[in-house]
């Protein structure tokens, strides 16, 4: 155990000595260094949201993740949504959900962060979220870019965007983080958020394209828009569209309507081989009880192995 950045002694700092070191952690990770750094042995990680698990608690989502056959976990701290972690929370609380991952032998091996990142009044709390992160051992956080407008509501340009989150890059490499921006709202297309990256310039940040945010916010044509910015795609949120495409209307995997083949096929042809994180929203009334969302974690388990992935 040792200092670390922040003056505070943090147990997480030796498990990645040991990482580092090709020893397992107590999350059960595999040898060869924490899972942002690595192929899995097993092929693409392949996680689940424990935003699927939305008005329920942490033990429960890592319960019905890991009973489905998942070996990763995305954690979601956002802020007055689902804290299923996060920042105040105590040190006893947060090992607590440490050990509960290791004992359903789950890697947390991203961490939902999302922020305003263009107001500057949040910025701490994101930075906080990237600690947080750290903490658990993460390799990636996630988050939107947030409302781009300033302060007399003109439209962000891009470049300014880019300035916003390129500040951000110190704590990245402080941390060892990967920030994965999320197609979602204004920057809903994977061609906008490519030329945010671009600007950026940092092999700390790319993209997390959400494919039914692509959708529901962007309206793209998701084989043009993917093709468009598969150079920046770090990471993927695999999420099923339902109903009319304005609709909000999420439902497990092979359900909707979404084109998943033709992702597949696309990531294939590019040879990119990004994590995949399933999320689950189901409709605006939410899932009717726990046993739905389980069912539904399980329905997307089926469906990747259907199409050749190990989980």
């Not at 750094?37 to 319960?63: F, L, P, T, W």
Request: with cysteine; charged share 25%.
């Amino acid at each position: 155990m040792k200092d670390n950045p922040d003056g505070f002694l943090s147990h997480d700092l030796s498990l990645r000595d040991l990482r580092r070191e090709g020893l397992s952690t107590a999350s059960g990770a595999a040898e060869g260094g924490p899972p942002s750094e690595r192929k899995d042995i097993m092929g693409r990680i392949i996680a689940v949201n424990s935003n699927c698990y939305h008005g329920y608690s942490i033990e429960q989502a890592i319960d019905g993740i890991a009973a489905a056959g998942f070996r990763y976990i995305e954690l979601t701290a956002t802020k007055g949504w689902t804290e299923h972690v996060f920042p105040d929370q105590s040190f006893e609380r947060l090992w607590q959900v440490k050990e509960r991952l290791a004992e359903k032998g789950l890697t947390p091996f991203s961490m939902s962060g999302h922020c305003n990142l263009m107001d500057t009044g949040r910025i701490h709390d994101f930075v906080s979220n990237i600690r947080l992160a750290a903490f658990f051992g993460c390799g990636y956080i996630v988050s939107s870019i947030g409302e781009a407008h300033l302060a007399d509501q003109a439209v962000a340009s891009n470049e300014v965007v880019a300035e916003h989150i390129r500040a951000l890059v110190p704590e990245l490499e402080k941390y060892g983080l990967t920030l994965v921006l999320e197609t979602h709202g204004d920057h809903g297309s994977g061609k906008i958020l490519k030329e945010i990256v671009d600007r950026v310039g940092s092999p700390r940040v790319g993209i997390n394209y959400d494919t039914a945010n692509a959708l529901f916010y962007g309206n793209v044509d998701l084989g043009a828009d993917l093709d468009a910015s598969m150079d920046a795609i770090r990471y993927m949120h695999l999420k099923d569209k339902g109903g009319e495409r304005t609709v909000w209307d999420f439902p497990a995997l092979g359900k909707g309507w979404l084109d998943f083949p033709l992702v597949f096929d696309k990531l294939a042809k590019a040879g990119n081989d990004c994590p995949f994180s399933i999320e689950i929203e189901f409709t605006q009334a939410g899932a009717k009880d726990l046993a739905e969302i389980n069912q539904a974690v399980k329905d997307s388990a089926e469906y990747l192995t259907a199409h050749g992935f190990v989980l």
